[in-house]
């Protein structure tokens, strides 16, 4: 759920929230319900971790490698839900989607008590699917904070500020992060994804 950090909450019935703060802000979110794959990734994490990428990186806690995700079948699944679910409401980015965009990095994170991700950007647009519930994901320039359910998704657009300090939640975090640029590749009708 996506709320403001000073004010009510927002409309929670939206999968598209946009922000005007010196430039518009599009932010596309929504709810991935295959509950049976987000624990199956979940496992994935966990089973994965590699020691060398605990606090390597603006996470300040545990991950897999960077490319891990990006061959897995429950992963492919959840690009095909996104392409599926969004090709007419955003389809400047969903529609032939393939063609347009490459997935270059997808990992998990696992957030312990006493974890934290510094703020950060990325140079390009990114995903986060949540596995678990957790602590809040603040994007402060955009006076909101995301609060995390399982299954729930959130596309940010480049250059947009966001971590958090240290979590307090006993329960350990889960979650399944992308990084995604486009490319002017000759287009193939006949590609598919995972294929």
């Not at 996506?2 to 939206?14: A, G, H, R, V, W």
């Not at 509950?35 to 966990?46: G, S, Y």
């Not at 492919?76 to 347009?100: A, G, P, V």
Request: aromatic share 16%; proline share 4%; hydrophobic share 35%.
């Amino acid at each position: 759920m996506i709320s403001s950090l000073y004010s009510d909450k927002l409309n929670e019935t939206k999968n598209n929230l946009i922000i005007t703060y010196p430039r518009n802000v599009s932010i596309i979110f929504g709810h991935y319900p295959y509950l049976d794959i987000v624990h199956n990734m979940i496992l994935e994490i966990k089973n994965n971790l590699n020691p060398e990428m605990k606090n390597y990186t603006n996470v300040k806690g545990g991950m897999t490698d960077w490319k891990f995700f990006l061959d897995k079948k429950n992963f492919n699944h959840f690009i095909s839900f996104l392409i599926n679910k969004h090709q007419s409401s955003h389809s400047d980015m969903f529609k032939y989607f393939l063609e347009k965009w490459e997935i270059n990095e997808a990992w998990g994170n696992e957030i312990k008590k006493g974890d934290s991700v510094n703020f950060h950007h990325h140079f390009h647009h990114s995903g986060i699917l949540y596995l678990t519930k957790g602590c809040d994901l603040i994007l402060p320039e955009l006076n909101i904070k995301i609060t995390p359910k399982p299954g729930d998704y959130y596309i940010l657009p480049p250059v947009i500020l966001h971590g958090f300090e240290k979590s307090f939640d006993k329960n350990n975090r889960y979650s399944l992060i992308f990084n995604m640029f486009q490319h002017s590749k000759k287009f193939d009708f006949n590609k598919k994804f995972g294929g």
